[in-house]
């Protein structure tokens, strides 16, 4: 039986858990179901529950126990319209990345 972590590359947020309004250099809390691992200090793209972009974080810490992952952020960034749009646009998810690997060539 194994540990059931899940290795994150961004930090995910429903928007009610999203702080209002986001400031550079400012510190919020967070809280996730199941267990995360993080990057410390790390940039990494703030994003709604629909992967719309906000802007760059770091983890600063964060615990997991009880089924839960809670840690701290820190804005370092925040994007224009401009900005949002286009790493939004960008992203590419599990399935669009799953469905390539099922057919790439050797």
């Not at 059931?4 to 809280?31: D, H, M, V």
């Not at 719309?52 to 009880?66: D, I, M, Q, S």
């Not at 401009?82 to 599990?94: G, Y």
């Amino acid at each position: 039986m194994g540990n059931p972590f899940l290795l994150q590359a961004c930090l995910r947020l429903n928007e009610r858990e999203i702080p209002s309004p986001l400031e550079i250099g400012n510190k919020y809390t967070f809280e996730k179901p199941g267990h995360r691992l993080y990057q410390i200090n790390v940039p990494m793209d703030l994003r709604t529950s629909d992967w719309k972009a906000l802007g760059r974080c770091v983890v600063t810490e964060f615990t997991v126990g009880n089924n839960k992952t809670k840690g701290k952020f820190v804005m370092v960034k925040l994007f224009n319209k401009e900005q949002a749009k286009q790493v939004t646009d960008t992203f590419v998810s599990d399935e669009e990345v799953e469905n390539i690997l099922k057919s790439a060539k050797e």
